[in-house]
C-alpha cells in the first residue's frame, strides 16, 4: 500500500504486509526512514499479532498526519514528521478495511471494517467513538471518501453496493440517504420483464431477485422479502441467512400485473411456489406448497419450474415427485392436478433403473399455450406430455431420443424448443405435435439455457464450451456463434428484438449484445464450429471512453452482403428496357398544351388601384405623373435580358452538342432529361430553334432507340418535337436525311416490339383458353 503525503515532494509511504512502514524518495530511490510497528502499535497489540499488515493508509487535512489501518482492528493517527503516534482507535468487528477524514471542518475519522460495520470517531475527543452502524454494508467495506465540503459520506462495499451516508448534525448519527446496489454473487438466472425490453429480472445465488432496469439504474430494485433486517435483529442472525433460498425456474405475465401479482418463483429444494408483484417492489399475497392435501404424511420433493397462464389468471408448477398442479392468481385456490402417468415403455426403458411409479417422473419443465388449450409437461425420462386445459387428461405423449433439461415456449409461432441431454435443441409444432427441427450444439459442452427471438426466427443457445449460438429456425441452419471468455450461465432475448442479454459465471452484471441485424441490412451464411471466434466482454459503465465510441461505431456500422444483386441498367441489349418514371409524367407532356388551356385563369390578375406615396411628376402648371417613362425604361431593360438569355445555352443544349461532338454516351442526356419537370420539358424542346439543335436532337433521339432503352420516352420526346417542329422540318432539306435515317430505325424498332408483344399475347391467350 503506498500513499504521497501532501506537501512532501518526491516522496512516498509505503506499507507493508508485516505491520511496518518506510518513508522513500522516489527521485533518488532512497529509503529516508522506517517507521517500527512497535512505534505504531499498543505493545499488546504488538504481543498477540507481532505481524499485523497495514491495510488501510489515508492522509489526513493536517499536515505530516496520517491514519494507519490494521489488519487486528486497530486505527493509529500519527504524525510522520515527529515520529509520533497522536491517538489510538480499536474497531470490533474484523480488521480496518478502509478510512477517510473529514474535510468540512469537524474532524471526523470514518472507517470501514471487513465485517461490514462503519464507524465514525470523533478526533477532538481522543478518538472517541461517536457512532458504529452495524451490517452497513453485507460484504466488506472496500471505500470510505467523503464529499469534499459537505456532510455527505460514501461508502462502496464488496456486496456490489454504493451508499450515501448524510449527517444532519455534526453529532448525529447517519442516515442513508441514496444507494445503488445490484447482486454481489453473479446471477444465474436472468429473464425479460414486459414487452418494451427495458427492465430483466434477475436471480442469483445471493438469495436475492432484482428488478434490474436496462435504461436507467435508479430504476432498478430488490424486490421485499420482508421486515428481515427486525427480524435479524431479533434472532442475532445474518441478513442473507434469512432469505429465501436460490431462484431455480422464474415466469412472469404482464397481462393482470396492475390487479394482482405476475411473478412467480421455485426455490431450490423447497416444495413452495411463491408469487411476487412488481408494482408493489416485493413478495406477493400467495406462497403454495404443492404437498398440501396430499396423501402422503410428510412432503417430498422439490418443485423444479413454474409458469404462468397467457391470460395471467392461473399458476401451474411442475414437481420431482411428476405432480402437476394449478393455483388462481388472484385467490390462490388450487385448482386443477394433471398426473402423468406410468409413462411410455420406450422412455423407461432407457432408465438404467426399474421402472418407475408415476410420482417419480421429475418434472423439468411446464408451460401453457396463447389460448389456455392445452397444458405442456416435459420429463426427466425424455417425454413431452400434452394435457387438456380444461379437463387435465393427457392427450399425448411424444417420446425424445433423449432426456429433456428444460422447454421454452413461443406462443406467437407455437413452437416448442425442448433441450436435450445429448446436446441437441429440438423444436416442436404444438400443433402437429412433430418435431420439425433438431440443432446440434457441438460435442464439448451441455447446454444450459436458450432464448427465441421475438419473431420465432431464430432460437439463441448458450453452453458450457462458452460459446453463444444463434440458429435460423427455418434453415435449421446456424448462422452466428461467438466464444465468450467465461460461460454463459443465462441469455434472454428482447422483447424488441434489439439486444441480448447474458450472465456470466464471473461477473455480478448482466451484458448487452446488439442485434446487428435491427440496425444495418446483413447477409447471413451458414458457420461452421472451425470458424467460431473468441470476443471480448463489452464495455461497462465507466470504462474509457474512447472504448465506449468504438462500441457506438461498431454497433451503427453497415455489413455489406457480399451476393446481393444490383439490377443493371438494361438485362439484354436485345430487350426493351423502359424509364421506370410512372406514365403520367410521359402522358402529362403529350397532353401538357391541353392542361395548360384548361388551367388558364378566366380573368387576368388586377393590380391593386393604391398608388405609392411618391410618384415622379412631370413640369407643368397642372399636375402630372410621369409614368410612361417608367414604363419605357422597364421594357428597355426587359429587351436587354432577353437578348442576353438568347446568346446563352442551357445546359440540355451543351449536352446535346457534347453528344454529337465528342460521341459520349447518350446516358447522360437522358438521365438529365428523365430529371425534369413535363413543363420544363416542353420549355427545352422549344428553345431549340436553330436548325443545329433541331439535327443535334434528331440524332441524340435516333441513337437512343438504336440503345433499345427508355422506349416509352423516346417516344413521347419524338411525338412532342415533330409536333412543335414539324414545319420548319419540312421546308429545309438539310435535315431530310436525318429524318429518313430516324424514321427507318423507328420502323424497325416498332415492328420488333409490336411483335414481342403479339407473341406474348398469343401465348397468354393460349394458357388462359386451356385453363
Request: charged share 25%.
Amino acid at each position: 500500500m503506498v500513499l504521497h503525503p501532501a506537501t512532501y515532494l518526491n516522496k512516498v509511504l509505503v506499507a507493508s504486509s508485516e505491520g511496518d512502514l518506510q518513508l522513500w524518495n522516489i527521485r533518488i530511490q532512497t529509503c529516508i526512514h522506517k517507521f517500527s510497528s512497535s512505534k505504531l502499535l499498543t505493545a499488546s497489540a504488538v504481543a498477540n499479532s507481532p505481524s499485523s499488515p497495514v491495510t488501510a493508509l489515508v492522509q489526513s487535512p493536517a499536515i505530516d498526519v496520517v491514519g494507519i489501518g490494521f489488519m487486528s482492528g486497530e486505527i493509529s493517527v500519527y504524525d510522520v514528521r515527529a515520529d509520533e503516534r497522536l491517538m489510538r482507535m480499536y474497531m470490533e468487528g474484523g480488521g480496518i478495511k478502509a478510512m477517510s477524514f473529514r474535510n468540512d471542518g469537524h474532524q471526523v475519522l470514518a472507517s470501514g471494517s471487513l465485517l461490514g460495520h462503519l464507524a465514525l470517531w470523533d478526533l477532538n475527543s481522543g478518538g472517541r467513538l461517536l457512532h458504529l452502524v452495524r451490517g452497513a454494508h453485507d460484504g466488506a467495506i472496500s471505500a470510505v471518501e467523503w464529499v469534499p465540503g459537505q456532510p455527505l459520506l460514501i461508502t462502496s462495499g464488496e456486496d456490489n453496493s454504493v451508499k450515501q451516508w448524510l449527517f444532519d448534525s455534526p453529532t448525529a448519527a447517519p442516515r442513508l440517504l441514496k444507494f445503488r446496489s445490484g447482486h454481489h454473487v453473479p446471477p444465474h438466472l436472468i429473464r425479460y420483464y414486459g414487452e418494451d425490453g427495458k427492465q430483466l429480472l434477475t436471480a442469483s445465488a445471493d438469495r436475492s431477485l432484482r428488478y434490474t432496469s436496462v435504461v436507467r439504474d435508479s430504476r432498478s430494485f430488490e424486490m421485499s422479502q420482508g421486515s428481515l433486517i427486525r427480524k435479524a435483529a431479533t434472532l442475532s442472525k445474518s441478513l442473507p441467512s434469512l432469505k429465501f433460498p436460490p431462484i431455480t425456474s422464474i415466469t412472469y405475465s404482464t397481462m393482470r400485473s396492475k390487479d394482482w401479482d405476475d411473478v412467480l418463483t421455485a426455490h431450490a429444494d423447497e416444495p413452495f411456489v411463491r408469487s411476487w408483484t412488481v408494482l408493489n417492489k416485493r413478495l406477493g399475497k400467495h406462497t403454495w406448497n404443492y404437498a398440501e392435501g396430499s396423501k402422503r404424511k410428510a412432503p417430498s420433493g422439490s418443485v423444479k419450474c413454474v409458469c404462468i397462464s397467457a391470460c395471467g389468471n392461473f399458476g401451474i408448477a411442475g414437481s420431482s415427485t411428476g405432480e402437476i398442479y394449478m393455483w388462481n392468481m388472484q385467490s390462490g385456490l388450487k385448482r386443477k392436478t394433471f398426473g402423468v402417468g406410468q409413462g411410455p415403455q420406450a422412455a423407461l426403458d432407457r432408465l438404467d433403473t426399474a421402472k418407475l411409479k408415476a410420482s417419480e417422473r421429475c418434472i423439468t419443465g411446464v408451460t401453457t399455450d396463447a389460448l389456455n388449450r392445452l397444458v405442456i409437461a416435459s420429463t426427466l425420462d425424455g417425454t413431452i406430455n400434452f394435457f387438456d386445459f380444461h379437463t387435465t387428461k393427457l392427450g399425448h405423449t411424444m417420446v425424445l431420443p433423449a432426456s429433456v433439461n428444460s422447454i421454452t415456449l413461443n406462443r406467437n409461432s407455437g413452437l416448442l424448443a425442448t433441450v436435450c441431454d445429448d446436446m441437441t435443441i429440438r423444436v416442436i409444432d404444438i400443433e402437429t405435435k412433430r418435431i420439425v427441427r433438431e440443432l446440434s450444439c457441438g460435442l464439448n459442452g451441455r447446454i444450459l439455457d436458450i432464448a427465441f427471438s421475438p419473431d420465432s426466427r431464430w432460437i439463441v443457445s448458450s453452453s458450457l464450451d462458452s460459446i453463444i449460438r444463434t440458429f435460423d429456425i427455418p434453415t435449421g441452419r446456424l448462422i452466428d456463434a461467438f466464444r465468450t471468455p467465461s460461460v454463459a450461465t443465462s441469455i434472454a432475448f428482447s422483447p424488441t428484438n434489439d439486444f441480448l442479454a447474458t450472465a456470466h459465471v464471473d461477473s455480478v452484471g448482466v451484458f448487452l449484445w446488439a442485434n446487428r441485424a435491427q440496425f444495418a441490412e446483413i447477409t447471413f451464411r451458414t458457420v461452421s464450429e472451425e470458424d467460431i471466434a473468441e470476443v471480448s466482454m463489452p464495455a461497462m459503465q465507466g470504462d474509457v471512453e474512447d472504448d465506449a465510441l468504438e462500441a457506438l461505431t461498431a454497433l451503427t456500422m453497415e455489413d455489406k452482403p457480399v451476393d446481393l444483386f444490383s439490377t443493371p441498367p438494361q438485362l439484354d441489349g436485345d430487350l426493351v428496357t423502359l424509364t421506370l418514371l410512372p406514365r403520367s409524367r410521359w402522358q402529362t407532356l403529350l397532353n401538357l398544351e391541353v392542361i395548360q388551356q384548361r388551367n388558364k385563369p378566366k380573368e387576368p390578375p388586377k393590380k391593386p388601384e393604391q398608388a405609392p406615396f411618391f410618384l415622379p411628376s412631370l413640369p407643368g402648371v397642372e399636375h402630372r405623373f410621369a409614368i410612361e417613362g417608367g414604363r419605357g425604361e422597364k421594357m428597355e431593360k426587359k429587351t436587354q435580358l432577353d437578348k442576353a438569355m438568347a446568346k446563352s445555352k442551357s445546359i440540355f443544349q451543351k449536352k446535346l452538342a457534347e453528344l454529337e461532338k465528342k460521341g459520349k454516351s447518350d446516358d447522360d442526356l437522358f438521365n438529365y432529361i428523365k430529371s425534369l419537370s413535363p413543363a420544363a420539358i416542353d420549355i427545352e424542346l422549344r428553345s431549340l430553334v436553330t436548325l443545329d439543335h433541331l439535327r443535334q436532337f434528331l440524332y441524340a433521339l435516333k441513337r437512343r432507340l438504336q440503345s433499345h432503352q427508355d422506349f416509352e420516352a423516346v417516344q413521347t420526346l419524338q411525338t412532342v418535337f415533330l409536333r412543335m417542329h414539324g414545319d420548319v422540318l419540312i421546308e429545309n432539306e438539310e435535315l431530310q436525311s436525318e429524318l429518313e435515317e430516324l424514321l427507318g430505325v423507328q420502323k424497325k424498332e416498332s415492328e420488333r416490339v409490336l411483335e414481342l408483344l403479339a407473341s406474348s399475347l398469343g401465348t397468354l391467350g393460349f394458357v388462359r383458353d386451356t385453363i
